[in-house]
């Protein structure tokens, strides 16, 4: 069974950095992209970019370009996303996504609040 697990909430001050994790579970992690979205409350989807975890390969939207960095792990089978000088508005749902085993699988969601 395709899984993907997400860690905890997190609260920031503006200005600082958050890091989200996602372990993928089920398939082969190096054999799909993963996808990271977020959706800020009373917002749609916004797609961050994607991480290719055979490579390290990444893309990056244009909105995020500046301040996020995706990473993946293969000896864990994780994918991260950090996102730094986080602002009010970064306080959203951070979702990661595959289509593993030509599946359409998201995590659980992990909220960060951005909060002086």
């Known amino acids: 069974e395709v899984q993907l697990v997400q860690s905890g909430a997190e609260l920031r001050n503006p200005g600082a950095s958050v890091k989200v994790s996602c372990k993928a579970l089920g398939y082969i992690f190096t054999s799909y992209y993963i996808d990271w979205v977020r959706q800020a409350p009373g917002q749609g989807l916004e797609w961050m970019g994607r991480?290719?975890?055979?490579?390290?390969?990444?893309k990056y939207a244009r909105n995020f370009q500046d301040r996020v960095t995706f990473a993946a792990d293969t000896s864990t089978n994780t994918a991260y996303v950090e996102l730094t000088s986080v602002r009010i508005e970064d306080t959203a749902v951070y979702y990661c996504?595959?289509?593993?085993?030509?599946?359409?699988?998201w995590g659980q969601g992990t909220q960060v609040t951005v909060s002086v």
């Open positions: 996504a595959t289509k593993g085993n030509g599946g359409d699988y």
């Open positions: 991480i290719d975890p055979e490579n390290n390969g990444t």
